[in-house]
């Protein structure tokens, strides 16, 4: 398995990047991984060398410049071929290669639109977040920013594609699907809703009905969560936001006096774990669904231990070749006219 990984377009410096990716070569599921660093290449070769790492299974790509955060991403596509981002997707050759990176989301959208296409008859792709839940397991929210004017069709090719995801990656035999809304009532939501839940009867999908957001971390009653990307990224930064906002508070809490201390330090195994199991770094990136190609996301702010975990989340995925389990079950849906 060989992982193409950009070390330049995130916001983490190029060596936390590098360590990310030495440190999942290191690891025990790591050992039948080849990873290729784009980016730098002389900064590269430095760093893996000073780090004493075995270099057998680290090659290179030379991409001298950066897309950056601020880029409009379209634009800064077609202008910097010679970009890390650009480079790593077009060194993509089969479905045994992954492209990881930590740039500009809709940069790595376009540069895999542009250079390995859609999967036949998908409309748009969608990024697939995998999220805990306190007591149904992992549940899958997709699209969290790759389409954020979607229509009906996107949405309801999102569904299709997550469902594919939440079979071959995470075991779920038979997927309940539903859709994001205000209300769980079948009268709730909007123009773009409801025709979407039209579309999805169309389908042999196991369609579960509404999903409120409050129950995404509780007991979502579905394995896959439909959305716009728009709303979706909201979605996903606010339980970023909340979920550190949360440890926060805690922390806060347990200095406020000598007793709360002594409390704090008893719990503090505790609070370590939640902090683990709600952090962005337990899997490290998101699959960009839809397209030719085994690409993933990872959050602007990866720093090594998110980026080892990337790569070994990104690997395990791609062995069950999920353009083709798309390309499948999106030629088996008519939506009709």
């Given at each position: 398995?060989?992982?193409?990984?950009?070390?330049?377009?995130?916001?983490?410096?190029?060596?936390?990047?590098?360590?990310?990716?030495?440190?999942?070569?290191?690891?025990?599921?790591?050992?039948?991984?080849?990873?290729?660093?784009?980016?730098?290449?002389?900064?590269?070769?430095?760093?893996?060398?000073?780090?004493?790492?075995?270099?057998?299974?680290?090659?290179?790509?030379?991409?001298?410049?950066?897309?950056?955060?601020?880029?409009?991403?379209?634009?800064?596509?077609?202008?910097?071929?010679?970009?890390?981002?650009?480079?790593?997707?077009?060194?993509?050759?089969?479905?045994?290669?992954?492209?990881?990176?930590?740039?500009?989301?809709?940069?790595?959208?376009?540069?895999?639109?542009?250079?390995?296409?859609?999967?036949?008859?998908?409309?748009?792709?969608?990024?697939?977040?995998?999220?805990?839940?306190?007591?149904?397991?992992?549940?899958?929210?997709?699209?969290?920013?790759?389409?954020?004017?979607?229509?009906?069709?996107?949405?309801?090719?999102?569904?299709?594609?997550?469902?594919?995801?939440?079979?071959?990656?995470?075991?779920?035999?038979?997927?309940?699907?539903?859709?994001?809304?205000?209300?769980?009532?079948?009268?709730?939501?909007?123009?773009?809703?409801?025709?979407?839940?039209?579309?999805?009867?169309?389908?042999?999908?196991?369609?579960?009905?509404?999903?409120?957001?409050?129950?995404?971390?509780?007991?979502?009653?579905?394995?896959?969560?439909?959305?716009?990307?728009?709303?979706?990224?909201?979605?996903?930064?606010?339980?970023?936001?909340?979920?550190?906002?949360?440890?926060?508070?805690?922390?806060?809490?347990?200095?406020s006096s000598l007793r709360a201390k002594i409390g704090g330090f008893i719990l503090r195994p505790?609070?370590?774990?939640?902090?683990?199991?709600?952090?962005?770094?337990?899997?490290?990136?998101?699959?960009?669904?839809?397209?030719?190609?085994?690409v993933f996301v990872a959050h602007g702010r990866s720093e090594s231990r998110a980026i080892k975990?990337?790569?070994?989340?990104?690997?395990?995925?791609?062995?069950?070749?999920?353009?083709?389990?798309?390309?499948?079950?999106?030629?088996?849906?008519?939506?009709?006219?």
């Amino acid at each position: 398995m060989k992982v193409l990984l950009d070390t330049k377009s995130g916001d983490a410096p190029p060596e936390e990047i590098i360590n990310g990716a030495i440190g999942a070569l290191q690891s025990e599921s790591g050992r039948d991984l080849q990873v290729t660093l784009v980016g730098d290449e002389k900064f590269n070769r430095q760093h893996v060398e000073s780090q004493e790492s075995n270099q057998r299974n680290i090659s290179y790509i030379n991409a001298p410049h950066r897309i950056s955060m601020e880029d409009t991403p379209t634009k800064a596509v077609r202008e910097n071929p010679d970009s890390s981002l650009v480079k790593g997707i077009k060194a993509i050759k089969d479905k045994s290669q992954i492209f990881i990176s930590s740039g500009n989301t809709g940069a790595v959208v376009a540069g895999a639109l542009f250079n390995l296409g859609r999967i036949p008859g998908v409309i748009r792709p969608g990024l697939a977040g995998v999220i805990p839940t306190v007591k149904s397991g992992k549940v899958i929210l997709i699209d969290i920013g790759a389409t954020t004017d979607a229509d009906a069709r996107n949405l309801a090719q999102f569904g299709i594609m997550g469902n594919s995801f939440a079979r071959k990656v995470l075991g779920k035999e038979e997927p309940k699907v539903g859709i994001l809304n205000i209300g769980a009532e079948q009268s709730k939501g909007n123009r773009l809703t409801k025709k979407t839940i039209d579309l999805l009867h169309k389908t042999d999908l196991k369609y579960v009905g509404n999903v409120e957001p409050h129950l995404l971390l509780t007991n979502p009653p579905a394995d896959v969560v439909i959305c716009e990307g728009f709303t979706g990224n909201i979605l996903i930064k606010a339980f970023e936001g909340g979920s550190e906002g949360t440890i926060g508070f805690f922390k806060k809490a347990i200095s406020s006096s000598l007793r709360a201390k002594i409390g704090g330090f008893i719990l503090r195994p505790v609070l370590e774990k939640l902090k683990h199991e709600l952090s962005y770094a337990q899997f490290g990136a998101v699959p960009l669904l839809g397209v030719r190609g085994v690409v993933f996301v990872a959050h602007g702010r990866s720093e090594s231990r998110a980026i080892k975990n990337a790569i070994l989340y990104a690997s395990q995925a791609s062995r069950w070749d999920l353009p083709g389990e798309i390309e499948a079950e999106i030629k088996r849906v008519d939506f009709g006219e």
